[in-house]
């Protein structure tokens, strides 16, 4: 007679930690900044969060490089807004807090109509369709103006219906709840699809799509699946953004609002789960603080761009985990005067770069500003050499020292990795 035993999983206290510090976060945060600016940002920031992390089961997981992921977002704001109006009209017995999963069925079903055709291909051609769907949906957005509403977009009311619990979303902290607990629970959805059969076998198919063929997989099927849930949670990112805004217009659909999923996805870093967490983040920064503190916020982004694709490729949060590899092993104490180094000296460089573009922008749209500026607290002549050629000397002196101690920073760094592969080997053999 066999004995049975039974083994217990035991739990993973450290994502529990994660998972509810994330939770604790969403709950307190309007409460540590409590102005109407800073709730509506914290509102955007947990759409952004949904929408990049949506776009990452393509880019990330699936290795499908995507230019029109705004298609879905901004289809699914179309349809939520359209359901919002007619609760309004009392045409629609539904709850606005169900609004947004309106975006997400209109997402999913338009996933599923493009993106049969879409992932019929991969690598180049599938970006190229992305692009080219997206520029049609673009244009019909401006020829359908019966639904699209044309230029002025399709407005609404979020206050409709009776209140549940005395919820109507009218003051901004509500919508800010609700945009916090679909954003926790869409979060966790999709993480939780990166543990599932499906999530890992598209993995597989970025990596060796051949091979997952070889073994009895259909890649386009497994590519296909993804982009039905990938527009569903982009749809319900959608929803939301109409619910908070209370408008939707034809930029919602366009080019440049996929451009902006794709290169904060990619900053954040799109090998890492919680990469895109931080991109969303970075994206909300910049396109409302960044945007109010200079017109040229949208070169200073694209500079940061270039320097990430340079110097780490694998995004923000490759760098996270890299020094934490460090930390775990001891080493990083090794490593603070070169960071401080590499701070100081990127932001003197940054400094004198930015003077000569803050005065090219200053002749260019600002010339009826006067003569002078003033950055960073130093008043500035544009017309005058004595500001070109200072800033210039920042520049390039701020550039020298950078790349000094940035080279003797990666001899640092590449004797500690020695170090660490060695300390594995002896681990592994003891």
């Not at 939770?23 to 509102?43: H, I």
């Not at 089961?57 to 230019?67: A, D």
């Not at 992932?119 to 957005?141: D, H, N, Q, Y």
């Not at 005058?384 to 002196?397: E, P, R």
């Amino acid at each position: 007679m066999t004995q049975r035993y039974y083994r217990f999983k035991p739990y993973n206290v450290a994502r529990w930690l994660i998972w509810g510090v994330f939770a604790a976060l969403l709950l307190v945060a309007p409460r540590l900044f409590s102005s109407n600016l800073s709730v509506t940002m914290l509102s955007q920031m947990g759409i952004a969060i949904i929408a990049c992390l949506s776009y990452n089961i393509l880019l990330g997981q699936g290795g499908m490089l995507s230019f029109g992921h705004a298609v879905y977002t901004g289809l699914g704001a179309y349809m939520a807004i359209h359901a919002l109006n007619a609760v309004g009209a009392g045409t629609l017995a539904l709850p606005v807090s169900l609004v947004p999963l309106v975006g997400g069925l209109a997402g999913l079903g338009f996933a599923v109509l493009l993106g049969y055709v879409t992932t019929r291909k991969s690598g180049t051609p599938f970006a190229m369709i992305t692009l080219g769907m997206a520029e049609l949906v673009f244009a019909m957005s401006l020829m359908f103006s019966e639904f699209f509403g044309g230029e002025a977009g399709v407005s609404s009311n979020r206050v409709v219906g009776q209140p549940v619990l005395g919820i109507g979303f009218g003051p901004a902290v509500q919508v800010y709840y609700l945009i916090a607990a679909y954003t926790f629970v869409c979060v966790a959805l999709m993480f939780a699809f990166t543990q599932t059969p499906l999530g890992r076998i598209l993995n597989a198919v970025r990596d060796n799509p051949e091979r997952v063929e070889f073994i009895g997989y259909n890649t386009q099927r497994v590519r296909y699946q993804a982009f039905i849930i990938s527009g569903f949670f982009a749809g319900v990112a959608g929803g939301l953004a109409s619910i908070l805004f209370e408008i939707v217009t034809a930029e919602v659909v366009g080019a440049a609002r996929s451009g902006s999923y794709l290169l904060f996805t990619f900053l954040g870093g799109a090998t890492f789960f919680f990469g895109p967490i931080i991109g969303a983040v970075l994206m909300v920064i910049a396109f409302v603080l960044l945007s109010e503190l200079t017109k040229a916020w949208l070169l200073y982004l694209g500079l940061v761009f270039l320097f990430m694709v340079m110097y780490a490729p694998g995004g923000i949060a490759s760098l996270i985990m890299m020094n934490l590899r460090v930390a775990a092993f001891g080493k990083l104490r090794r490593l603070w005067v070169s960071y401080l180094a590499l701070a100081l000296t990127g932001l003197v460089m940054l400094a004198g770069a930015g003077a000569m573009i803050e005065m090219v922008y200053h002749l260019q749209l600002d010339a009826g500003g006067g003569d002078a500026l003033r950055f960073m607290g130093v008043a500035l002549q544009p017309k005058g050499l004595d500001s070109w050629f200072g800033a210039a000397f920042i520049t390039l002196t701020g550039l020298g020292l950078f790349e000094l101690t940035r080279r003797q920073f990666r001899r640092e760094w590449g004797q500690i990795q020695e170090e660490i592969e060695k300390e594995i080997k002896r681990r592994e053999t003891a």
